[in-house]
């Protein structure tokens, strides 16, 4: 059924209203292919596929007749994007080793000197014509230090003009590109490094496409950068796509990479499990960036069978989470102010699922309120929002809030939308007496403060009447014996740090501000009291942080272990939990010393006995 318009009746007399002025910055054609793509899968390949380890890096020494992929097939590369719902991949061109998957003339360390098709084959030109062939977005990862130049030249001297042959016969050679991927790791090895010539280049031969530039290029393309996260995790939320440069604000946006199988490379290692997959989602596209998301081949030159499959269950669960809309159901909406009365910028806009379209208020109406009428309480798992951000970022300032129990309770809060912004419930949402609540009839969407008149596209309600969560339900721990173990690594993390907070090697990290939570899910067989340790690095201790589960809260102190390597156990306080159930335990900063909280091995509730 399609949503009934509660807002004001627009009579047939009432002129078309204005086109809302765009609000500087605005992106340019390049980054709004960008910000539709949502994500690109990221393939790493070359000849440190040949040398699998954890650590990504080559040499610039290996044998090149070790490089034979006997069963390359760039069509099943595209076949395996599409499956997992990527329009668009990203290929490693040149990695640090300097490893050429074309045939350069200005080095024999690539494809040249391969026993593979005895030293005639192209890598890259096989990647663009599958691509070509199947209307996938083209990407090249080109890093900016080669080790076998350094190797074979005892240094970087003269490497400018070698550098510079190499885009050029990669802009040159393979007709437009979408996107390049400039990858700056150790760029502190080229001081005074001239990439004027570089961009001067790219002008010329690749007028469209948009470039994650490490910093190296915005000065001379402004207009088609992309930023650096911080780190190969997510992105945090409420971040702006406009940044300071030279003086001028330019619309530089955060683009995250992560993995989803290897250390980059293929490393043996099999493609992380779903929920990881659609937790990396989460923190990035939901967060309004477009992510890489790595999944490469193997020494055969083929992606594995059973990441294929794990593709094609993520890509089901992506088109499951926007079908389940309450919103585009029984729904009613209506807004406090419509741009000049006008249906072309109503309320009902928002649930139609075209991005052009969208809600928008008067010039002079800086704030809002939209309210969905799901016609009967509904389980809501989280809520998506999309601003149209073609004529500049306006939202400032956010609420959302769920109607339950005859009041309005605030959920959510946040200051950017951007492209688009998933609300993850269990993992966001504001806890309604130590519980997580999402049983309501009408959800509210308030604005405060735009820099200019909001234009907001997208309001999805999203849940089920099936039980399941059909967004992301944060992992259950169940209890053993008398004891419940919370794994760092299956926290839900949600923060406002450089990264939030991030794995590594089976820790939490990163804890670097006050908004920085993680979350678990923990089921109670038994009610009673429960003791609460926890093991934890932290060299200096004595930050402050609270722990909530079932209404209680544990105001906690991490202790010293005189080094962050060495983890030892803090016994933290005990809870009450009144009734068997399932509940939210959640960690949170108070204070953050050294600007690091500590670092998380696991939470254990154990039950006590009289």
């Given amino acids: 059924m399609a949503a009934a318009v509660l807002s004001t009746c627009y009579p047939g007399t009432v002129p078309a209203a204005s086109t809302p002025a765009p609000h500087l910055p605005v ?7 960008w910000h539709q793509a949502e994500q690109k899968m990221f393939i790493h390949f070359g000849i440190k596929t040949y040398h699998p380890s ?27 994007a599409k499956a997992g719902g990527f329009n668009g991949i990203v290929f490693t061109v040149k990695h640090h080793s300097g490893w050429c998957n074309w045939p350069s003339k200005t080095t024999r360390f690539g494809v040249v000197s391969a026993p593979w098709k005895n030293g005639r084959g192209d890598v890259v030109r096989e990647y663009v014509d599958a691509c070509r062939k199947a209307g996938l977005s083209i990407g090249f990862h080109i890093t900016i230090i080669d080790e076998n130049y350094k190797h074979t030249h005892g240094g970087y001297e003269g490497y400018d003009a070698f550098y510079y042959k190499q885009w050029e016969e990669l802009v040159t050679r393979y007709g437009p590109f979408d996107y390049y991927y400039v990858d700056g790791y150790e760029l502190r090895q080229l001081r005074g490094f001239n990439f004027e010539p570089v961009a001067e280049l790219i002008k010329k031969h690749q007028p469209e496409a948009v470039f994650f530039d490490s910093g190296v290029l915005v ?20 971040l702006g796509y406009v940044q300071k440069k030279n003086g001028k604000d330019v619309w530089y946006p955060y683009e995250p990479s992560m993995m989803f199988q290897g250390t980059w490379f293929h ?78 910028y109503a309320a009902v806009n928002m649930l139609d699922d075209d991005y052009e379209t969208y809600w928008a208020t008067d010039d002079s109406v800086k704030s809002g309120v939209v309210e969905i009428d799901l016609g009967g309480t509904r ?17 400032n300032g956010y609420t ?24 993850w419930g269990e993992l966001e949402a504001n806890l309604v007496d130590g519980e997580y609540r999402n049983e309501a009839s009408k959800v509210r969407l308030t604005l405060e403060n735009a820099e200019a008149c909001p234009l907001v596209s997208t309001f999805k309600v999203l849940g089920s009447d099936t039980g399941e969560n059909v967004i992301l339900g944060l992992k259950k721990n169940e209890p053993e014996g008398d ?3 919370c794994q760092a690594k299956d926290a839900g993390l949600a923060g406002g740090g450089l990264r939030g907070f991030f794995y590594w090697h089976g820790k939490l990290e990163g804890w670097k501000k006050l908004s920085d939570k993680a979350r678990w899910k923990i089921r109670f067989e038994e009610p009673g009291e429960y003791a609460v340790t926890i093991h934890q690095g932290d060299d200096k201790g004595g930050d402050d942080f609270n722990l909530e589960v079932a209404g209680n809260k544990l105001a906690c102190k991490v202790i010293a272990t005189h080094g962050y390597a060495n983890f030892k156990d803090n016994e933290v306080g005990v809870v009450k939990i009144p009734k068997p159930g399932d509940y939210i335990l959640s960690m949170t900063p108070v204070n953050i010393l050294d600007n690091d909280l500590m670092k998380l091995r696991w939470v254990k509730l154990t039950k006590k006995f009289p």
């Avoid at 809060?413 to 998933?422: A, F, Q």
């Fill in 400 to 423: 959302v809030e769920y109607f339950m129990d005859g009041a309005w309770h605030e959920m959510f809060s946040g200051k950017r939308i951007g492209y688009k912004r998933i609300l």
């Fill in 219 to 238: 000065d001379y393309l402004p207009e088609r950068c992309l930023n650096w996260p911080g780190g190969h995790g997510g992105v945090r939320p409420d």
């Fill in 379 to 395: 389980s809501i798992d989280g809520v998506v929002l999309q601003e149209y951000i073609f004529l500049g970022q306006r939202v």
């Fill in 27 to 33: 992106p340019s054609e390049a980054h709004i292919q």
């Fill in 267 to 344: 490393s043996n290692e099999p493609i992380c499990d779903l929920h990881t997959m659609c937790k990396k989602y989460l923190i990035s596209v939901g967060r309004g960036s477009t992510a890489n998301l790595n999944v490469p081949p193997n020494q055969e030159g083929l992606i594995d069978e059973h990441s294929i499959e794990r593709l094609k269950e993520y890509k089901a669960w992506m088109d499951r989470m926007y079908e389940s809309d309450w919103a585009r159901r029984d729904a009613g909406i209506k807004a406090d102010n419509v741009r000049g009365n006008s249906r072309t």
């Fill in 54 to 80: 954890r650590w990504h890096m080559g040499n610039g020494k290996e044998d090149p007749k070790i490089f034979n992929p006997a069963r390359l097939d760039a069509n099943q590369w595209v076949a395996a």
């Fill in 483 to 485: 004891t419940i173990t």
